[in-house]
C-alpha cells in the first residue's frame, strides 16, 4: 500500500496561535486527500475532501476560514488550524486515495495529536 | 442516509478467546473495509470485501461479507494482547462521485493477558 507521513507528530500551542500540519504521500501521486479528526475512543470524522490544484470541500459544520486546506502538489497537502482554541485539541489524520486496476483505498498518515492550551 | 452500525462498541477478553465483532446497515455497499487503529496511530487497512458472500481471512482474522452486501463481521480466533486495537468498518458513500468513506463507530478490543 501507499505511505503516508504526517508532521508534527504532536504539537502543543498557546490558545490564538495558528497551527500547520503537513500531509504527505512518499510513493504515490495523490490527487485526493482527505483531512479527518479523531476524539478518543471515538470514530473518524471527515473534515474535508483536498483536491490538488483546487479548492477543498468541506463538510457540513467545519469552517473553512478555520480550518484552511492547501493541495499544492501530487504529494503535499496542508491544514492550518488558525486562531486555535483549546476546542481544537483533537488528533488529526490524513489519507490519501490511491488506485489500483481494481478498486480505490484509502491509506493513512499516522496523525497529528494537536493539543491547545 | 447510509449508516454503518458496529456492535459491540467496547470488548474486553482473555488472551485465548474468540470474539465476533459486526458491522451492519441497512443499505447496500458496494465494498466494504475493516480498519484496526492502535492508540496514537492512523488507522490501518486490514481487508476489503467486495463480493456478496464472501470470505477471506488473514492468519488469525476472518473476515466475511454479507449475501446482500448490507453487513460484515470479523471474527478472531484465540485473540492475543497484539490484538488490542479500535477495529472500524468503512464503506464507499454511493451518494455522487466523491469517494468519501462511510464510516462505523468502531468496537474497542482489549485483550488481556
Known amino acids: 500500500g501507499a505511505v503516508v507521513s504526517q508532521h508534527p507528530s504532536r504539537v502543543i500551542c498557546k490558545s490564538g496561535t495558528s497551527v500547520k500540519i503537513e500531509c504527505r504521500s512518499l510513493d504515490f501521486q495523490a490527487t485526493t486527500m482527505f483531512w479527518y479528526r479523531q476524539f478518543p475512543k471515538q470514530s473518524l470524522m471527515l473534515m474535508a475532501t483536498?483536491?490538488?490544484?483546487?479548492?477543498?470541500?468541506?463538510e457540513q459544520g467545519v469552517e473553512k476560514d478555520k480550518f484552511l486546506i492547501n493541495h499544492a502538489s501530487l504529494t503535499l497537502s496542508t491544514l492550518t488550524v488558525t486562531s486555535a482554541h483549546p476546542e481544537d485539541s483533537s488528533f488529526y489524520i490524513c489519507?490519501?486515495?490511491?488506485?489500483?486496476?481494481?478498486?480505490?483505498?484509502?491509506?493513512f498518515g499516522p496523525g497529528t495529536r494537536l493539543l491547545v492550551l | 442516509t447510509q449508516l454503518l452500525e458496529q456492535s459491540p462498541q467496547f470488548l474486553s477478553i482473555q488472551e485465548g478467546e474468540n470474539l465476533t465483532v459486526y458491522c451492519n446497515s441497512s443499505?447496500?455497499?458496494?465494498?466494504l473495509q475493516w480498519y484496526r487503529q492502535e492508540p496514537g496511530e492512523g488507522p490501518v487497512l486490514l481487508v476489503t470485501v467486495v463480493t456478496g458472500g464472501e470470505v477471506k481471512k488473514l492468519k488469525r482474522l476472518t473476515f466475511q461479507f454479507g449475501d446482500a452486501r448490507k453487513d460484515s463481521s470479523l471474527h478472531i480466533t484465540a485473540a492475543q494482547p497484539g490484538d488490542t486495537g479500535l477495529y472500524l468498518c468503512?464503506?464507499?458513500?454511493?451518494?455522487?462521485?466523491?469517494?468519501?468513506?462511510?464510516w462505523g463507530l468502531g468496537t474497542s478490543l482489549a485483550v488481556n493477558p
Open positions: 489519507s490519501i486515495l490511491a488506485r489500483d486496476w481494481r478498486e480505490e483505498t484509502q491509506y
Open positions: 483536498s483536491n490538488e490544484g483546487s479548492k477543498a470541500t468541506y
Open positions: 468503512a464503506g464507499p458513500n454511493n451518494a455522487g462521485n466523491n469517494r468519501k468513506l462511510i
Open positions: 443499505s447496500v455497499f458496494s465494498s
